[in-house]
């Protein structure tokens, strides 16, 4: 069993930047992939980025390659969400997300946080 809390959420004005943090709970944390995903209102939730479980490995959607960057501190429990250079069209709720394995797939991932808001201004 994980558990997952997200935080970090807010409002920036466009160009700006956010860290989103998400705490996990369970000795089994480490051995889990993890993503992120958002969901924008009227909109299905999406894949913004993945982790290995051992960080050796992510994946973006194309709409934030080169923007965002995940990682994760498996001491602490921990997944990050590095976000510049936003946009109003990143405007969502943001979820992480855990999965046995790296995928974009939200069908794949079995425990979910309960988000966090990030509302871009133009």
């Known amino acids: 069993q994980v ?7 807010g409002l920036v004005q466009a160009g700006g930047s956010l860290r989103l943090s998400c705490a996990a709970s369970g000795r089994t944390f480490s051995s889990y992939a993890m993503g992120w995903f958002r969901q924008a ?25 080169g923007r965002f960057t995940i990682s994760r501190d498996n001491a602490k429990n921990m997944v990050y969400l590095q976000m ?27 425990y979910w946080g309960q988000g966090t808001q990030v509302t871009v201004s133009s």
């Open 3 to 9: 558990q997952l809390v997200e935080s970090g959420g």
């Open 41 to 65: 209102p009227g909109k299905d939730r999406e894949f913004v980025a993945a982790i290995r479980w051992n960080g050796g490995s992510t994946n973006y959607a194309d709409s934030v390659k």
């Open 84 to 110: 510049n250079s936003l946009k109003p069209e990143d405007t969502a709720v943001f979820y992480c997300a855990a999965s046995r394995f790296m995928n974009s797939d939200p069908a794949e991932y079995v």
